[in-house]
């Protein structure tokens, strides 16, 4: 409802304001090619996230002070705080960094986001910028036609920078012609009430652009032509910072509850620190006089001091902070608390998480494992065993043969409020992913997919071997039982091995021994058949439990097959060059059955 309301209001005032003034127009013409370069920048830079910055981020968060430089480096050469949050909100959503990581991080982009302001007040506005921009827009849009991702990306990240220069110069011309028709100074207020009034109007611009570095261009073009005082500009400054956490918390609508918390600091640190600048004012104007003086700022180069001003307080901000780190991270858990376990959610999908490759498939294989463990219950109860039972008896045989406990529950009501759920959530999330992504993580996601589809697989396939297994397992008959008893104990035993395999560091090894496990289930086949013959000649077993037999060795088969399958893809890593070799050397089914028939005939001739 607010958004509907919020953009015709937004475009009415922006039609008013190019109706009453001309100069009006270019201002804002000027913020909207700033901002349009903003998203060339973010695209261009994009092109190269295809594991790099993934990898960088991943190796470079174990400790607080490297999260930290890593928020500071990649804000200063990407020039978009944005980017970073929605990145770093990304990867914590989908668990591949932990939430104190992730607050280092936006710590880190606060500082990094000074940089732009300190490169627009010493050349931005000094020299004729718009000279440099035709040659970066040229150069810009002719290599992002190109079909190179890499030389797209390199186009989009000089027409980016070429209209970011537009943009400085448009606002500059702008507010020199704005100068005389309106004074923004005249809105003034003494003492605090001012300051926060300043601050609130700084806040209000950055949601509106959703970009504190436009901001902060705007705030640096104005005070460079008079339009606003010194003290307004300061205001102004903190106020923008204030106003960034927008895209943080529009970032983290569609992330997981770790992107709420994350999101959450940035508020809380961004809040903390504007609150901090505002109170210490006059200290940080005394500080800021200092330290020019120290470099060689003139006293009346307010647009160089407004850059060392917003430095200055972001790493006071920082400062302050990053000892709180840790009890941050707590009370975050604490106020924005996990749900319920509910299996039918979730855990790793998020939106912001899509223009990534690395972090869409690893946000995907993660919730493959989650609808991996959400079956494993209902297969678990399908055969009338409980999880424990499956995963923690040491002798698995003798209890499943000690066992006659019938487990009451709907698996058909389970089944579409946990397993489809997440099955259709993990389907619609690789569609909308796999437009946006590279060929190589489309042939990956698919794999994924198919992994997610035999898991739903072996839910139905339980189905229908509960029925008989549930009259069965309990018969009085120890033949039947006996055979029953033979089914339940195979798909139990895979499915304790894939999580033994799971926990493995060495999931290359763990992706050949499930073909181990796929050569002794087919190699089960043939005992069954010559099983069922014997028993059925020395009558211990009637007709119909034979056919039943047979019909339901046929699911069990299958059930461990697709069990087998799913693993295997989940096991290998699109990153881990031994596990690609891996799964090229797994064996298909023809040449398992090729084992099976060379290990028979070995065993016939031993016999001979």
């Given at each position: 409802?607010?958004r509907?309301?919020?953009?015709?209001?937004i475009?009415?005032?922006?039609?008013?304001g190019?109706?009453i003034?001309?100069?009006?127009?270019?201002?804002?013409?000027?913020?909207?090619?700033?901002?349009?370069?903003?998203?060339?920048l973010e695209?261009?830079f994009?092109?190269f996230?295809g594991?790099l910055?993934?990898?960088?981020?991943?190796?470079?968060t174990?400790?607080?002070?490297k999260?930290?430089a890593?928020?500071v480096?990649?804000?200063?050469?990407?020039?978009s705080s944005?980017l970073?949050s929605i990145i770093?909100?990304?990867?914590?959503?989908?668990?591949l960094i932990p939430?104190?990581?992730?607050?280092?991080?936006?710590?880190?982009a606060?500082?990094g986001?000074t940089t732009g302001?300190?490169?627009?007040?010493?050349?931005?506005?000094?020299v004729?910028?718009?000279?440099?921009?035709m040659?970066?827009?040229?150069?810009?849009?002719?290599l992002?036609?190109?079909?190179s991702?890499?030389?797209?990306?390199v186009?989009?990240?000089?027409a980016?920078?070429?209209?970011?220069?537009l943009g400085?110069h448009?606002?500059?011309?702008?507010?020199?012609?704005?100068?005389?028709s309106?004074d923004l100074?005249?809105l003034?207020?003494?003492?605090?009430?001012?300051?926060?009034?300043?601050?609130?109007?700084?806040?209000?611009?950055?949601?509106v652009?959703q970009?504190?570095?436009a901001?902060l261009?705007?705030?640096?073009?104005?005070?460079?032509?008079?339009?606003?005082t010194?003290?307004?500009?300061?205001?102004?400054?903190?106020?923008?910072?204030?106003?960034t956490?927008?895209?943080a918390?529009?970032?983290?609508?569609s992330?997981?509850?770790?992107?709420?918390?994350?999101?959450g600091?940035?508020?809380i640190?961004n809040?903390?620190?504007?609150v901090?600048?505002?109170v210490?004012?006059?200290?940080?104007?005394w500080?800021?006089?200092?330290?020019?003086?120290?470099?060689?700022?003139a006293?009346?180069?307010?647009?160089m001091?407004?850059?060392?001003f917003?430095?200055?307080f972001?790493?006071?901000?920082?400062?302050?902070?990053?000892?709180l780190?840790?009890?941050?991270a707590l009370?975050?858990?604490?106020?924005?608390?996990e749900?319920?376990?509910n299996?039918?959610e979730?855990?790793?999908?998020s939106?912001a998480?899509?223009?990534f490759?690395?972090?869409?498939?690893?946000?995907?294989?993660k919730?493959?494992?989650?609808?991996?463990?959400s079956?494993?219950?209902?297969?678990?109860?399908?055969?009338?065993?409980?999880?424990?039972?499956?995963l923690?008896?040491p002798?698995?045989?003798k209890?499943i043969?000690?066992?006659r406990e019938?487990?009451?529950?709907?698996?058909?009501?389970l089944?579409?409020?946990k397993v489809?759920?997440?099955?259709s959530?993990?389907?619609?999330?690789?569609?909308?992913?796999q437009s946006s992504?590279p060929s190589v993580?489309?042939?990956?996601?698919?794999?994924?997919?198919?992994?997610?589809?035999?898991?739903v697989?072996?839910?139905?396939h339980?189905?229908?071997?509960?029925?008989?297994?549930?009259v069965y397992?309990v018969?009085?008959?120890?033949y039947?039982?006996?055979?029953y008893?033979?089914?339940?104990?195979?798909i139990?035993t895979?499915?304790?091995q894939i999580y033994?395999?799971?926990?493995?560091?060495?999931?290359t090894l763990s992706?050949?021994e499930l073909?181990?496990?796929?050569?002794?289930a087919?190699?089960?086949h043939?005992r069954?058949?010559k099983?069922?013959?014997?028993?059925?000649?020395?009558?211990k077993?009637?007709?119909?439990?034979?056919?039943?037999?047979?019909?339901?060795?046929?699911y069990?088969?299958?059930?461990?097959?697709?069990l087998?399958?799913?693993?295997?893809?989940?096991?290998?890593?699109h990153?881990?060059?031994?596990?690609?070799?891996?799964?090229?050397?797994?064996?298909?089914?023809?040449?398992?059955?090729?084992?099976?028939?060379?290990?028979?005939a070995?065993?016939?001739l031993t016999?001979?």
């Amino acid at each position: 409802m607010l958004r509907k309301i919020f953009l015709p209001t937004i475009l009415l005032i922006l039609g008013y304001g190019f109706w009453i003034s001309p100069d009006f127009k270019e201002i804002a013409a000027g913020v909207s090619i700033f901002l349009f370069g903003m998203l060339f920048l973010e695209e261009g830079f994009k092109a190269f996230t295809g594991g790099l910055l993934e990898k960088l981020l991943q190796r470079t968060t174990d400790k607080t002070w490297k999260s930290l430089a890593f928020g500071v480096v990649t804000t200063t050469i990407m020039q978009s705080s944005s980017l970073v949050s929605i990145i770093t909100i990304s990867f914590i959503s989908a668990g591949l960094i932990p939430l104190v990581a992730g607050i280092g991080i936006i710590f880190g982009a606060n500082i990094g986001t000074t940089t732009g302001a300190w490169l627009v007040a010493a050349f931005g506005l000094k020299v004729k910028i718009s000279a440099y921009a035709m040659p970066m827009l040229v150069f810009g849009i002719v290599l992002a036609f190109q079909k190179s991702k890499y030389l797209k990306g390199v186009g989009s990240v000089l027409a980016g920078l070429g209209f970011l220069f537009l943009g400085i110069h448009y606002m500059k011309e702008g507010f020199e012609a704005f100068r005389d028709s309106f004074d923004l100074a005249a809105l003034a207020v003494a003492g605090y009430p001012g300051l926060f009034l300043f601050a609130g109007i700084g806040a209000a611009a950055t949601v509106v652009m959703q970009s504190s570095h436009a901001t902060l261009v705007l705030i640096l073009t104005a005070l460079a032509v008079g339009q606003i005082t010194y003290e307004n500009a300061l205001a102004l400054a903190i106020g923008a910072n204030v106003g960034t956490t927008i895209t943080a918390i529009i970032g983290s609508l569609s992330a997981n509850v770790q992107g709420k918390r994350l999101a959450g600091a940035h508020l809380i640190f961004n809040v903390v620190t504007g609150v901090i600048a505002i109170v210490f004012l006059n200290q940080f104007v005394w500080a800021v006089d200092i330290i020019s003086g120290k470099v060689g700022i003139a006293a009346d180069n307010h647009t160089m001091k407004l850059a060392v001003f917003h430095t200055l307080f972001n790493i006071t901000g920082v400062l302050v902070m990053v000892p709180l780190i840790n009890q941050l991270a707590l009370r975050l858990c604490h106020f924005i608390p996990e749900h319920a376990p509910n299996l039918a959610e979730p855990k790793y999908l998020s939106d912001a998480a899509i223009e990534f490759p690395e972090t869409v498939l690893s946000s995907v294989k993660k919730e493959v494992w989650h609808l991996f463990d959400s079956a494993f219950e209902l297969m678990a109860h399908g055969m009338n065993l409980h999880r424990t039972q499956i995963l923690e008896s040491p002798s698995l045989a003798k209890t499943i043969d000690d066992d006659r406990e019938i487990i009451e529950f709907d698996l058909d009501e389970l089944y579409e409020s946990k397993v489809k759920v997440l099955y259709s959530a993990i389907i619609d999330f690789i569609s909308k992913a796999q437009s946006s992504i590279p060929s190589v993580f489309s042939e990956e996601l698919f794999r994924l997919r198919n992994a997610a589809s035999e898991i739903v697989e072996c839910v139905k396939h339980i189905k229908h071997l509960r029925k008989n297994t549930t009259v069965y397992m309990v018969s009085d008959n120890t033949y039947i039982r006996n055979e029953y008893n033979m089914l339940r104990l195979k798909i139990a035993t895979i499915l304790k091995q894939i999580y033994r395999y799971r926990d493995r560091d060495d999931h290359t090894l763990s992706i050949l021994e499930l073909d181990e496990l796929k050569a002794e289930a087919l190699a089960s086949h043939d005992r069954l058949n010559k099983q069922i013959t014997d028993l059925l000649n020395d009558n211990k077993i009637t007709a119909l439990m034979a056919t039943s037999l047979l019909n339901d060795f046929n699911y069990s088969d299958q059930t461990a097959k697709n069990l087998l399958d799913s693993a295997q893809a989940l096991l290998a890593s699109h990153a881990d060059l031994l596990a690609e070799a891996a799964q090229a050397v797994v064996l298909d089914e023809d040449e398992i059955e090729n084992i099976v028939n060379e290990n028979r005939a070995d065993a016939s001739l031993t016999k001979s």
